[in-house]
């Protein structure tokens, strides 16, 4: 059984494997929408001004949001295993 301080230990953990990711893919978006040439800097300059986008930025959270929830909820589910409760029934009379 896991005491208290592992269990945070744990929820930084996952905090911090979802924020840094992040935090690694904006700015090589932005450095590769200045520095790559021709198409592909076209490109990523494209969806980094649509990503920024105060509308669309927003609902690319929400959806990002919602991914890590359900990943991390599968994750756990196959971990677990199933929630399912079989009841017995009784005789009808």
Do not use: C
Request: a positive charge; aromatic letters at 8%; charged letters at 25%.
């Amino acid at each position: 059984m896991l005491s208290r301080r592992d269990e945070r230990v744990k929820q930084i953990a996952v905090g911090v494997g979802i924020i840094v990711p992040i935090m690694v893919i904006v700015p090589s978006l932005l450095i590769g929408w200045r520095y790559m040439p021709g198409m592909i800097g076209e490109t990523i300059g494209v969806i980094t001004g649509i990503l920024t986008t105060p509308f669309f930025m927003e609902a690319s959270f929400v959806i990002l949001g919602f991914l890590i929830v359900i990943g991390i909820n599968h994750r756990r589910r196959r971990k677990d295993g199933d929630d399912f409760v079989e009841f017995d029934q009784l005789p009808k009379e």
